[in-house]
Structure formats: structure tokens, C-alpha cells
């Protein structure tokens, strides 16, 4: 069985093995290996960045903690925001019209001098309004946001808030990792993802200076910066959202690798499809819609460093999906029942280098590197490619043609229907 299809590809020449191939050799390879080559260039030319002190120069630092209906976790964050090597001046935590208790919650946590500040909303108005309030009585010159089911590894703050010593830069996105790794298969893929898109992905970008979102699960803005592009826009999507708006507003926007904080991922097939429909509509409506004119060398503001990141972003969440579907059913259409025989070699390929990328993310992530998921990293590539890819795809043509970003009710009806749609 195995004999007949490995004979005919051993059969094939080079202009008929580039043929059939031709996907994988001029688009999948490239997008592996550059990674991992721009990594090596930078940890052979590293020069590790000052951390911040606790004395009189260091920055004054508030959180802000938005959420809707979180009671059962905001104790630990606030827990874990207190025991940091450089804790927080200013805890600010803002319930979005919660009907869990949180509000009363939040008020006997400032009571106990856990928090510094308890805002409550009788409606909710969504992540974007909640972050605003609370940015109103920020008084730290940056401000961190979170979300509440976020936990941190002791030196957390200290390693996000350091790159603020350069005046220049008005973000900081921290390194994410996920805490429920173990609690099935769904959890332990998107473990793997998360080390390949953020731990390792952002590296790069980093490098490139093309990074183009700072997560709203554990960030850091300078105030100034945030006041002069006006807070944050209606999400969904106000993390990507805000980054851009700073990058336009000509800030640097930089990634803490060492920085980790932990947060849960959806356990269920459900879950997850519903969150990265989410996630892949707002890219398509910020990146492309809102913000297309970043692509446009005719507008006086454009940058070829700022169109390379949103073009990096789209090229891998939605073109690169897009031309994966064209390839297969190019190959189905040319090759018919030998098609397989292909599909089964890309398989293979995928298997092989996604294994790859997962060591290599495994050796710059630390203690967070789950060698452990090994076994599952060998199949991730098989589900990123044949399922989430399409997810992506599907989300960013209903996005385009429907425009269902605006339904989503991550934002309260009442404030959708005040958005302004692009």
C-alpha cells in the first residue's frame, strides 16, 4: 500500500516534483525556516534590556482590571499582582455591569487594601468602555491591562514596564501562556499554538519592529500615549485596534518575551471555533477595513515598516488559508486520484516541521516550554492546517461580506448599534 505511492513520487523529476509541490516549496518552507533563522540571528547579537529598580526613577505603574461577571477569579489576580517582584502603585478594578457579586467583591477587596480603586457600572458597556473608565483614575504613568483570569509569573511587571526606559516606546505586549494546558487535547494544542504565534511569532515581529498587537489579556501602555490616540475603540478586536492607532501615532511598540502571565483556553471544539471566528472578524474589519489606508503609499502618514505589519498579519491569517484551499483544489483538479498522494506528502511535511517549530519555541520559552506535548505537537500541524486554517478563512470572508464583527456579543447590543461601522 505504501510501496505504490512512494515509488510514483520517486519517480518524479524536479520540474514535476516543483510542480506538484510548489506550495509547499516556495510558501510553507519560507514561513517555517524564516522564523527560526531571524531567532538564532537575534540570540547571537542579544543584548539583554535594563529591568526596572523599585527606587525613586522607576515609573509609577497602574493596572486595570475590566470584567464582566469574574467574581470567581478576581481574588487570585489581584493575589498575583501583589506578590510581583515590582508590584503595581495602583490596582483599578472595573466591573462592567456584573450580576455574579463582582462589584460587591471588588469593594471589600478595596476595603482590605487589596485594590486601590473599585468602579462599578450599573449596565455593561463592554471591555473598551470598562478600560476607559478606569483609565480616567489611572494615575501611573504607564498603565497595564489585564484580564481577570490572568495570573503572573513573580517578575512579571518588572520585565514588562522595563522597556519603558526608552521614551519612544508607548507599548509593551507581555508573553502569554496558556494554564489550563492540560485538560484535553483542544487545551494542549492552542498550549502549542500559543508558544508558536506569541512565545516564538512575536519575537520575530519583534525583531522586525513590524509587531502588531499588544494582547488586552496582559499589556502595558504609556498614559500619554493612550490619552493622544483617545483609549480604546469598541472592540471586539480594541487590542489590535489600540496597537494600531499607537504605531500611526508614530510610537514604538515592543514585545517582553519574559514577562509571562497564564490564561485559560476554551477546553471545547465549540469554544474555540466561536473564539477565533471572533478573533479573525476583527482582523479582517481593523486590519483591512478600518485601517486599510495604512496600505496605501499615496497617503502622506504611510510607513513601509507599519504596511508590513498589518500585510504580516493578513498574509498569515487569511492569504496564506486562501492559497492552501487554491493549492489543494489545484491539485485535485490536475493530478485527480494522484492528488492524494500529495495531500498525504504535505501531511507528512506538516507533521515533520511543525514538530520542528514547536522545539524551536520550546527553547526560548523556559520553564514554559512543555516538551512534554511533544506527541501532540506531531499533529497540531495536521489541525492548524486542515481545520483552523479554514476557520480563519471562513471568518474573514463572512467578515467581508456580512460584516458579523458587528453582531458579536462580546459588545452589548446597545453600544453595537451606536459603533460605527467601517
Given at each position: 500500500m505504501i510501496d505504490e505511492p512512494l515509488n510514483y513520487l520517486l519517480s518524479l523529476n524536479a520540474q514535476e516534483f516543483v510542480r506538484m509541490f510548489w506550495h509547499t516549496l516556495f510558501i510553507e518552507i519560507p514561513r517555517y525556516l524564516l522564523p527560526g533563522a531571524l531567532i538564532a540571528l537575534g540570540h547571537a547579537s542579544h543584548r539583554p534590556r535594563r529591568t526596572v529598580a523599585g527606587g525613586p526613577t522607576a515609573p509609577r505603574v497602574s493596572v486595570l482590571l475590566p470584567g464582566h461577571n469574574e467574581s470567581a477569579r478576581l481574588e487570585l489576580a489581584v493575589q498575583s499582582m501583589r506578590l510581583q517582584s515590582r508590584p503595581p502603585d495602583q490596582i483599578i478594578v472595573i466591573d462592567d455591569g456584573s450580576t455574579d457579586g463582582?462589584?460587591?467583591?471588588?469593594r471589600r477587596l478595596k476595603r482590605e487594601g487589596a485594590i486601590d480603586l473599585a468602579l462599578s457600572t450599573r449596565l455593561r458597556g463592554g471591555k473598551s468602555a470598562a478600560a476607559n473608565l478606569g483609565l480616567g483614575y489611572a494615575t501611573g504613568e504607564v498603565v497595564v491591562i489585564a484580564d481577570v483570569d490572568t495570573t503572573y509569573d513573580d517578575d512579571a511587571f518588572e520585565r514588562l514596564v522595563a522597556p519603558f526606559d526608552d521614551p519612544a516606546c508607548g507599548a509593551v505586549s507581555g508573553n502569554l501562556g496558556v494554564r489550563n494546558w492540560n485538560e484535553g487535547l483542544i487545551a494542549r494544542w492552542q498550549t502549542i499554538q500559543y508558544l508558536l504565534s506569541i512565545s516564538?511569532?512575536?519575537?520575530?515581529?519583534?525583531?522586525?519592529?513590524?509587531?502588531?498587537i499588544v494582547s488586552g489579556a496582559f499589556g502595558a501602555f504609556r498614559r500619554t500615549a493612550l490619552e493622544q490616540v483617545g483609549g480604546w475603540d469598541v472592540g471586539p478586536g480594541e487590542d489590535a485596534d489600540i496597537t494600531v492607532k499607537l504605531r500611526q501615532a508614530g510610537w514604538r511598540v515592543q514585545f517582553a518575551p519574559e514577562a509571562w502571565a497564564l490564561t485559560d483556553a476554551p477546553e471545547t471544539l465549540t469554544a474555540l471555533v466561536r473564539q477565533r471566528?471572533?478573533?479573525?472578524?476583527?482582523?479582517v474589519r481593523i486590519r483591512l477595513r478600518k485601517f486599510g489606508r495604512i496600505l496605501n503609499p499615496r497617503r502622506d502618514a504611510f510607513l513601509l515598516r507599519n504596511a508590513m505589519g498589518v500585510l504580516d498579519v493578513l498574509f498569515f491569517q487569511v492569504v496564506l488559508a486562501a492559497s492552501f484551499l487554491s493549492y489543494l483544489i489545484w491539485l485535485f483538479w490536475t493530478y485527480g486520484s494522484f492528488a492524494w498522494i500529495a495531500v498525504a506528502a504535505v501531511s507528512m511535511f506538516y507533521?515533520?516541521?511543525?514538530?520542528?517549530?514547536?522545539?524551536?519555541?520550546c527553547a526560548v520559552s523556559g520553564d514554559y516550554g512543555r516538551l512534554r506535548l511533544l506527541p501532540e505537537a506531531m499533529t497540531y500541524g495536521l489541525f492548524n492546517s486542515y481545520f483552523l486554517r479554514f476557520v480563519r478563512l471562513y471568518a474573514a470572508l463572512d467578515e467581508l461580506i456580512y460584516r458579523h464583527s458587528y453582531d458579536d456579543d462580546y459588545v452589548p447590543q446597545k453600544v453595537r448599534e451606536r459603533t460605527e461601522v467601517y
Open positions: 463582582m462589584g460587591a467583591l471588588a516564538l511569532g512575536r519575537r520575530v515581529t519583534d525583531m522586525l519592529g513590524i509587531l502588531y471566528l471572533r478573533w479573525n472578524r476583527s482582523l507533521v515533520g516541521l511543525g514538530t520542528i517549530g514547536f522545539l524551536a519555541a
